[in-house]
């Protein structure tokens, strides 16, 4: 079984909206929470966000601060991404993560259980 999996991606106008879901299948007692990271074409692997598994903390890149909100439900075993006002150069594959115990939340190499990426494109 894929312990991640991200759904929700596609081709929307600039201005528009779309919402990614990562749902998993992970006991989430033994890491800190899910991160959202992005890489457009030919460019290096950037975070965007990451949520505590309590959803008590949040944390956004700060370019993407206002625009995009993460929400877990661990009911449904989903971490959302909700994205806003979006622009041509939010083009990217969009990958979920799990960001273990003790790492810094933009170090890629904190992050176990990668999924396999939604692709995102934005039109002008």
């Known amino acids: 079984q894929v312990p991640l999996v991200e759904s929700g991606g596609g081709l929307v106008q600039a201005g528009g909206s779309l919402r990614l879901s990562c749902v998993h299948s992970?006991?989430?007692?033994?890491?800190?929470?899910v991160g959202w990271f992005r890489q457009a074409p030919a460019k290096e692997r950037e975070f965007v966000g990451l949520?505590?598994?309590?959803?008590?903390?949040?944390f956004y890149e700060d370019s993407l601060k206002g625009r995009f909100t993460i929400n877990v439900d661990n009911a449904r075993n989903t971490v959302a991404l909700q994205m806003n006002s979006l622009k041509p150069e939010d083009t990217a594959v969009y990958y979920c993560a799990v960001l273990r115990f003790g790492y810094d939340l933009k170090d890629r190499s904190g992050y176990m259980y990668w999924g396999q990426g939604t692709q995102v494109t934005v039109s002008s």
């Open positions: 992970l006991h989430t007692s033994n890491s800190y929470g």
């Open positions: 949520i505590s598994w309590n959803g008590d903390s949040t």
